[in-house]
């Protein structure tokens, strides 16, 4: 069980990010009419919008190629986390960004796009799934860049010794 520590974890973590992205998503849909403006706080806005692109757009009319090509990206990230080391660096940035992924997913497959809502100025307009893909690949720079493994000092990362 200790060996999938991290799996169980990453998975947990995938799940939350994924409700909470479905259910904002579900919340923006019901209550802002679609290119309506809504001041939030400062400079942030929540608009409707669709994106049938890839990341800002791009790619756009994509279709199944982009429904595709997001599967393999996270089938490729699941067998990383499965062959990472236990790292608390490595498990989070997974389930942050297995969980933003497969929100964005499920909207290609279910809706044909990817439904936006939050705007900031010169910023094209994003969600909650793709703050947490953002945040997920930060983490999992800098655990690659600094080799955290959370070993213990003197331990060996290939044999624990």
Not at 49 to 71: E, M
Request: glycine share 14%; aromatic share 6%.
């Amino acid at each position: 069980m200790k060996g999938y520590r991290h799996l169980i974890l990453a998975g947990l973590l995938a799940f939350g990010v994924l409700l909470l992205d479905q259910a904002s998503k579900e919340l923006v849909t019901d209550r802002i009419m679609k290119g309506e403006l809504v001041d939030v706080l400062g400079p942030l806005q929540f608009t409707l919008t669709h994106n049938d692109g890839i990341a800002f757009g791009l790619a756009g009319g994509g279709g199944v190629f982009v429904i595709l090509l997001a599967a393999l990206a996270l089938v490729a990230l699941g067998a990383f986390i499965a062959s990472a080391p236990e790292s608390n660096l490595t498990w989070v940035a997974g389930g942050l960004i297995l969980g933003g992924a497969a929100g964005n997913l499920i909207d290609r497959i279910r809706l044909g796009h990817v439904t936006d809502f939050i705007l900031l100025p010169s910023w094209p307009a994003f969600n909650l799934a793709d703050c947490a893909i953002t945040v997920g690949v930060i983490l999992l720079a800098i655990s690659l860049l600094t080799g955290n493994t959370n070993q213990k000092p003197g331990e060996s990362v290939v044999d624990g010794r």
